[in-house]
């Protein structure tokens, strides 16, 4: 019997694609460290600033498309990036922040002193809803998949920026990565009108760069 030739698998098609998730600017809110969840507040004039300046920035990376949630902090900061780019921007609901029910409008203290156990469950990383609201596991649900959408219809190399919220950024980030829910906390806050970077590499993606507020530099080293 003659043995037949071995065959090499053929190595992963890569596409080296980027994904930019970027926070929103400065709120009210923000500054009073109240609880927004999916309440609509609109940009401090600071936040509104911020926005120019990080889109300056952005707009260097020659973005291909430009994916945004559609509450105004968020539809405010990506508008500053298409008027530079000339991109239309696309907004999706399925990228708000998480819903939090009677946490939304609370301060920090007030969530702690009124929800103290579920505050700290949350933070031990059990599952919970937080004020009624929706679980962690379930935003990453709605917004991760469309961020995968949106990113299959790039070119090679090419540049997806998704402007959202710091939870739902966290969120989609685990689920990109493929961490088990329970350690995302481990991926700290953005913030305002910072950025993290996926890449795509042989065995998915990777994540670059996080909370970052300048343009992304070049790794150099063994470990590329």
């Known amino acids: 019997m003659t043995a037949q030739p071995a065959v090499t698998p053929a190595p992963p098609v890569r596409r080296d694609r980027r994904i930019v998730l970027w926070r929103h600017g400065q709120t009210a809110w923000n500054l009073e460290r109240r609880f927004q969840g999916s309440t609509d507040i609109e940009l401090t004039p600071a936040g509104l600033e911020q926005a120019r300046r990080a889109a300056r920035l952005l ?39 998480t819903y939090a029910g009677a946490w939304q409008g609370l301060t920090h203290e007030e969530i702690v002193e009124r929800y103290g156990d579920e ?8 599952p919970v809803r937080r004020g009624g609201g929706e679980l962690e596991t379930e935003v990453a649900d709605r917004a991760a998949p469309l961020v995968e959408r949106n990113v299959e219809k790039l070119p090679p190399g090419g540049t997806l920026v998704v402007v959202s919220h710091g939870g739902t950024i966290r969120t989609t980030i685990g689920r990109l990565l493929g961490l088990v829910p329970h350690t995302w906390e481990a991926l700290g806050g953005l913030s305002n009108c910072c950025w993290s970077v996926l890449g795509e590499g042989a065995r998915g993606w990777r994540l670059l760069e996080h909370n970052a507020g300048t343009l992304p530099q070049p790794v150099l080293g063994d470990d590329d």
Do not use: C, M
């Open 59 to 97: 707009a260097a990376l020659r973005p291909d498309a430009i994916l945004a949630s559609d509450l105004r902090r968020t539809a405010a900061t990506a508008a500053e990036l298409a008027s530079i780019t000339g991109l239309d921007v696309t907004h999706d609901e399925a990228l708000r922040e």
């Open 119 to 126: 505050y700290a469950a949350w933070k031990r990383g059990e």
